[in-house]
């Protein structure tokens, strides 16, 4: 015969058993609840867009520039290395290149990867010398590039709050809160650490800091790449909404079908411009 475990034993090791249980579901819970306090790795805990009411977005109005155009380049030939040792093939990169940017253009680029369109725009912006031809900064206006490297740059471990009052340290706490208000950040988020925004949620940081100068040209280089699509509605709501001048590449079709009214295709070197996507894509794709 098996001998029986006394009734007060078994009691004890059940209390003990469901004790030690409710510990761990509490340690659980509690590691669950205080993500924020962890360095744990940001991409963990990713916050999607919830409130689709909260996420507007709106580029402050450019001032008023006093020429219509604001950027003209003239048979421009660019090739990458210097004047002095030039690129190993010689072979150019940008052809004759001549374009220009009005107050209000909406600039849709395309071109296959590796064309030269982000060249393109370091020449518009002055950041290169062309080889041959000119580029003239005619209205000397102020200009916002946003590329995915400054997504990629922000410091995942410092809030929207923090990070904006570091750039801007002449706005107060509360002008920094309303003012990343009109980019969607709002409540909670704005205390948030970075690493915690989704794609959309850290570009719209981004775009906060890029056009707090109020620039009259916004360039934007691929910016969709990391954007849910509804934060690529509302920044096509954005771009429509803006005053200055805009141009856009994108690979994305909806997004530059929706903002531009002039293409410029990138193709061999060569630099066309026409009103039509359906033209656009047929002189980039071919088809
Ligand atoms: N800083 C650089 N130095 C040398 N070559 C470069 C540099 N930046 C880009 N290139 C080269 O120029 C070509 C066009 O690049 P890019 O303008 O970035 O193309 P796209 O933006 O159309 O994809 C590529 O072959 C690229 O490797
Ligand atoms: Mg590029």
């Known amino acids: 015969m098996r001998a029986r475990a006394p009734l007060p034993l078994v009691l004890l090791s059940l209390s003990l058993f469901s004790l030690s249980f409710l510990c761990l579901c509490l340690c659980l819970s509690l590691s669950l609840s205080l993500p924020f306090s962890y360095p744990l790795p940001p991409s963990v805990f990713i916050l999607q867009d ?3 009411d909260a996420i507007r977005l709106k580029f402050p109005d450019p001032e008023k520039a006093k020429k219509n155009i604001l950027i003209q380049a003239s048979n421009v030939d660019y090739r990458w290395g210097s004047k002095d040792k030039p690129a190993e093939d010689g072979k150019l990169l940008l052809k004759d290149v001549s374009a220009q940017i009005e107050i209000q253009s909406r600039i849709g680029m395309l071109g296959a990867n590796g064309a030269g ?3 393109l725009i370091k020449l518009l912006l002055g950041e290169i010398e062309p080889v041959k031809g000119e580029i003239r900064n005619v209205a ?3 200009k916002a590039v946003f590329a995915q490297h400054h997504v990629d740059q922000l410091d995942l471990y410092a809030t929207p709050l923090d990070t904006l009052r570091l750039k801007f340290p002449e706005l107060s706490l509360q002008e920094c809160r309303n003012y990343l208000g009109q980019f969607g950040i709002t409540g909670d988020m704005v205390t948030m650490q970075m690493g915690f925004l989704s794609g959309g949620q850290k570009s719209r940081v981004v775009f906060s800091m890029l056009t707090k100068s109020q620039p009259s040209l916004i360039i934007l280089d691929e910016p969709t790449n990391h954007l849910d699509m509804e934060t690529i509605d509302v920044l096509i709501d954005a771009i429509k909404e803006f005053k200055g001048a805009v141009v856009l590449v994108s690979h994305d079709q909806y997004f530059l079908k929706s903002v531009a009214t002039d ?3 990138v193709v061999d ?5 026409v009103p039509d996507f359906t033209d656009a894509k047929k002189i980039t794709y071919g088809v």
């Not at 070197?269 to 411009?273: D, E, H, M, P, Q």
Request: aromatic letters at 12%; glycine letters at 6%.
């Open 50 to 52: 919830v409130d689709p």
């Open 117 to 119: 369109k982000s060249t």
């Open 140 to 142: 000397s206006c102020r």
């Open 263 to 265: 293409y410029w295709c």
């Open 269 to 273: 070197g060569k630099l066309t411009s």
